[in-house]
């Protein structure tokens, strides 16, 4: 999310949100009650064709989440508003085509950081990787 998002990243920083504080809901149900019923089975048909789809693919279709819903995320000036929108994404009206776009932005962010693999590391802990490396 840093690297594809870099202002809204800042700006969720900004007003102290964590992304664990909306995203566990989203990993937990796996984005099941912040979609209509078509668009999830169109989710989640793509998560099991994906390798990995569940365990790694997720985090570029919550990612591409983000990018898709960021300007209405940086019109928000407060934690409450922003916590609000992350928690109840105007998607009760989506079809195929919106789901289909966010699932394109998805494939793009995963080939985009094909060749990055340090990229789903935690930036709070770039050591912990280090010493993981040289401890081999």
Known sequence: ??????G???????????????????????????LPLGCTVRLWDTLHAEQEGFSH????VTAAFLCHFSTRLLQQQDFQGLMLLLQNLPTS???????SLVVAEAFKLKYMFADAPKHLLNRQQPQLYQHHLYSK
């Open 1 to 6: 999310m840093y690297l594809s998002t870099d």
């Open 8 to 34: 809204l990243h800042r700006h969720l920083e900004r007003h102290g949100i964590d992304y664990l504080q909306f995203s566990f809901r989203w990993f937990n149900n796996v984005l099941m009650r912040e």
């Open 57 to 60: 693919f997720l985090l570029y």
């Open 93 to 99: 009206n989506w079809t195929d085509s919106e789901i």
